[in-house]
Nanobody, 123 residues
Framework: VQLQASGGGLVQAGGSLRLSCTDS????????MGWFRQAPGKEREFVAA????????IYADSVKGRFTISRDIAKNTVYLQMNSLEPEDTAVYYC?????????????????WGQGTQVTVSS
């Protein structure tokens, strides 16, 4: 598994971004996938996760109703559609491949991590 995240950038509050995470080695199709984020001075926190077939998704309460996680197995890519962005969403966003097939909240359940992509939301 080799994960490459992209799609971050600078956006005004209320705007949208879509993050992508591609597994260049194409070996994560049987794994749950997740997105985490880390803001300056804060611990990394869970954002969203999806099961290996995409049948199950879970979200942090802070993003529920605004963010949507999805995956295209044929493209080995996981997406995070982020709408109604708020300044509090500013962070480096990381994608990760889980050790198992389910969607998981705990970072310890993830084995492979991408390099992160910066999201900055201005007020």
């Amino acid at each position: 598994v080799q994960l490459q995240a992209s799609g971050g950038g600078l956006v005004q509050a209320g705007g949208s971004l879509r993050l992508s995470c591609t597994d260049s080695k194409r070996t994560s199709s049987n794994n749950g996938m997740g997105w985490f984020r880390q803001a300056p001075g804060k611990e990394r926190e869970f954002v969203a996760a999806i099961s290996w077939r995409g049948g199950a998704t879970i979200y942090a309460d802070s993003v529920k109703g605004r963010f949507t996680i999805s995956r295209d197995i044929a493209k080995n890519t996981v997406y995070l559609q982020m709408n109604s962005l708020e300044p509090e969403d500013t962070a480096v966003y990381y994608c990760a491949a889980a050790r198992g097939a389910v969607a998981a909240r705990d970072a310890r359940d993830y084995r492979y991590w991408g390099q992160g992509t910066q999201v900055t939301v201005s007020s």
